[in-house]
């Protein structure tokens, strides 16, 4: 089983709408958790980090739910500049962070 | 302010040739990584640094080194090329520990494209 896992999508979405990315983790311990953007063939970017109660940056909202082991992202009134790659990172087992294979959203005019 | 600056950008190697991935940060940051990114797998961290002259093993080490002889640079050596190390290369740095910190980030080079023939 992957430490951490997503849905690979791809997710296609209308200009304007709500979607919503999970994403799972296995080690218990895990300290830090963040999503990162990745755009086509360049280098992945912080988006923001998540924090226990939750927290949000304009149109993105991160939730954590430690006891179900997974942390979730909302992203709302998507813009065509919101298509990316969008990745999961947490704490794995070596107390490494640890990227999933991250979630693919096309955002459609 | 550049950050992170990978050289070179792209390389075609035949199996079995050597060569070395430079990195540079001018962030003064303690933490620099090496990553893999290969369809599918998500990045893999290869070796990790903490500090200038420290360098440790990640999750897939094998078949590369690194050394750390300068706090800036970070290089990335493949010995003898397989065709299984075909993949876009990251390099990172980052201020702090990030396992167990939150406010803080990597910061990524553009990425390295390797092709082993």
């Known amino acids: 089983r992957k430490e951490v896992e997503q849905d690979p999508g791809p997710f296609n979405v209308p200009e304007g709408a709500t979607v919503a990315f999970n994403c799972t983790y296995s080690n218990s311990a895990s300290q830090s958790f963040f999503w990162y953007r990745q755009d086509c063939r360049k280098e992945p970017k912080l988006l923001m980090s998540v924090y226990s109660s939750g927290n949000e940056d304009g149109r993105f909202t991160a939730q954590l739910n430690r006891a179900s082991q997974y942390i979730s992202l909302l992203i709302r009134d998507s813009k065509l500049s919101d298509s990316a790659t969008y990745l999961c990172v947490v704490t794995g087992s070596a107390r490494q962070l640890t990227f999933g294979s991250g979630t693919q959203l096309t955002v459609l005019p | ?117």
């Open chain 2, 1 to 117: 302010n550049a950050g992170v600056t990978q050289t070179p950008k792209f390389r075609v190697l035949k199996t079995g040739q050597s060569m070395t991935l430079l990195c540079a940060q001018d962030m003064n940051h303690e933490y620099m990584y090496w990553y893999r990114q290969d369809p599918g797998m998500g990045l893999r961290l290869i070796h990790y640094s903490v500090g200038e002259g420290t360098t440790a093993k990640g999750e897939v080490p094998d078949g590369y080194n690194v050394s750390r002889l300068k706090k800036q640079n970070f290089l990335l050596g493949l010995e003898s090329a397989a065709p299984s190390q075909t993949s876009v290369y990251f390099c990172a740095s980052s201020y702090a520990w990030l396992a167990f910190t939150s406010v803080d980030t990597q910061y990524f080079g553009p990425g390295t494209r390797l092709t082993v023939l």
